[in-house]
């Protein structure tokens, strides 16, 4: 498992306590001290820039620099400060954010970050007892959002007349790139007023292949059992057809999963949590309401 940043906080300290470091040789260090594995050590985060390891041993780093236990000497390289070699020398203390509210400098830090932000938003230093760091906590709010409007999302379609969660299914796949950009490429052919709708949508913006859409607008808990999933594989049969896409409000039992796995045709199977993040992802109900940046120093710059 991977420390959180406060844990990583001593270690980094003490990776400098012999004199100049680089910051890249402290976190295969610690990556041996802690002795991460393979994937541990590769595990990115979601924007894939950089690793989990690296980014929490760079905010430890900014912490205590920012506490006055370390200084940077040049380009991705620190030093230990004597404020630090004293911290180091009491072996008992717990060295945290906490601690690092002891020291005057760190309290101006975070008066400051706070000050830059909303008086209601939470200070710049993370909530303590999850041991975030600041992109972790931006990224967990994100997710918290996310969840929240896709939820809502699929409500609203429950809510909606079947004509609506037709012409939504449709515009969703044409969202995700299927048919290209012909205005035809989807077409529903089902029957409004049955909870249910039948699409057939383009592959490609030709119309040289084509993939059957059974959807099912259900209340929350009605699930769609392996009955349905034989009878939408019967209808694709008859249109001669190799690919199919199920969508439902709902969720789908373990059998249903299990006969769309074993049959012939090619089956996707879109359940309500599936399809709200898809409706998201897309923009598909939803709008962009506000984009966020995360800036970091570039190095570059001051070399």
Known sequence: MIPDYQ????????????????????????????????????????????SVLSNRVHWAKTYLKQAGLVESTRRGHFNITERGKSVLASPGVKIDNRLLKTFAEFNDFQNRTRQATDESSPPGVPAESNGETPEESLRTAYDRITATVALELVERLRQGSPAFFEKTIVNLLLAMGYGGSSQDAGRAIGQSGDD???????????????IYVQAKRYADGNMVGPAAIREFFGSLSLKKAQK?????????????????????????????DYLGRLMVLHNVGCRDQEVLKIKRIDEDFFE
């Open 196 to 210: 249910g709708v039948d699409g057939v949508i383009d592959q490609d913006p030709l119309g040289v292949d084509q």
């Open 244 to 272: 199919g896409i199920f969508v439902t409000t709902s969720g789908f039992t373990k059998s249903a999963v299990e006969t769309a796995r074993q049959i012939g045709a090619r089956i996707v199977l879109i359940d309500a």
């Open 7 to 50: 844990i990583l906080m001593r270690p980094v300290l003490e990776a400098a306590a012999n004199g100049e470091i680089r910051i890249g040789d402290v976190v295969e260090k610690i990556a041996d001290e802690f002795g991460l594995t393979t994937e541990e050590r590769a595990t990115l985060l979601p924007s894939g820039a950089q």
